[in-house]
Antibody, heavy 119, light 108 residues
Framework: QVQLQESGPGLVKPSETLSLTCTVS????????WSWIRQPPGRGLEWIGYIYDSGITKNNPSLKSRVSISVDTSKNQFSLKLNSVTAADTAVYYCARGDFTLIVPFDIWGQGTMVTVSS | QSALTQPASVSGSPGQSITISCTGTSSDVGTYNYVSWYQQHPGKVPKLIID???YRPSGVSNRFSGSKSGNTASLTISGLQAEDEADYYCSSYTNSVIFGGGTKLTVL
């Protein structure tokens, strides 16, 4: 049974860097596409970016160059860094599994972790 | 890269059928048959209910069905049940991924 679990600080100060990790169990992180998705309170879903094949990444153009996604295959984890955060980055952050050969669909999701940007 | 357009809300009575539309452009929904639908109950994690426009993953009720015409995809729920009350999101592949704004389904 494949499971994903997000971890990281729940509170980040404005202008600082948000850092989250997704631990994957029950599957190898070397297969499939792995994405980060977020959902601001009371609002819809926004795809942040993916990592694939132990290093190929692509980010949502709307987030410009603020996003960095990396992988640690030895720990079966992938991570998100979002720099220069503002209150608009306050959201529930999910990690999710895509397909073997395509970003979508997202068939397995983590439970999500709430990140608040506030001083 | 604009979000896909969904109605903010739809409603129906138990036993009825409803359809939620998801309108994109020729650069996303109109070109790719990689439209997915997700169901999200309040405070819960989104759940994949339709992928590749009209494919139901294992375990998803056959009351859920998907279709596409041109730049618009649709999710139909037949035989509405109280448990179907939730938010529904469409998404499309477009060399990245875009989501719709979400539709709140109310079962009257």
């Amino acid at each position: 049974q494949v499971q994903l679990q997000e971890s990281g600080p729940g509170l980040v100060k404005p202008s600082e860097t948000l850092s989250l990790t997704c631990t994957v169990s029950g599957a190898s992180i070397s297969t499939h596409y792995w994405s980060w998705i977020r959902q601001p309170p009371g609002r819809g879903l926004e795809w942040i970016g993916y990592i694939y094949d132990s290093g190929i990444t692509k980010n949502n153009p709307s987030l410009k160059s603020r996003v960095s996604i990396s992988v640690d295959t030895s720990k079966n984890q992938f991570s998100l860094k979002l720099n220069s955060v503002t209150a608009a980055d306050t959201a529930v952050y999910y990690c999710a599994r895509g397909d073997f050969t395509l970003i979508v669909p997202f068939d397995i999701w983590g439970q999500g972790t709430m990140v608040t940007v506030s001083s | 890269q604009s979000a896909l357009t969904q109605p903010a809300s739809v409603s129906g009575s138990p036993g009825q059928s409803i359809t939620i539309s998801c309108t994109g452009t020729s650069s996303d929904v109109g070109t790719y048959n990689y439209v997915s639908w997700y169901q999200q109950h309040p405070g819960k994690v989104p759940k994949l209910i339709i992928d590749d426009v009209n494919y139901r993953p294992s375990g998803v009720s056959n009351r859920f069905s998907g279709s596409k015409s041109g730049n618009t995809a649709s999710l139909t729920i037949s035989g509405l049940q109280a448990e179907d009350e939730a938010d529904y999101y469409c998404s499309s592949y477009t060399n990245s991924v875009i989501f719709g704004g979400g539709t709140k389904l109310t079962v009257l």
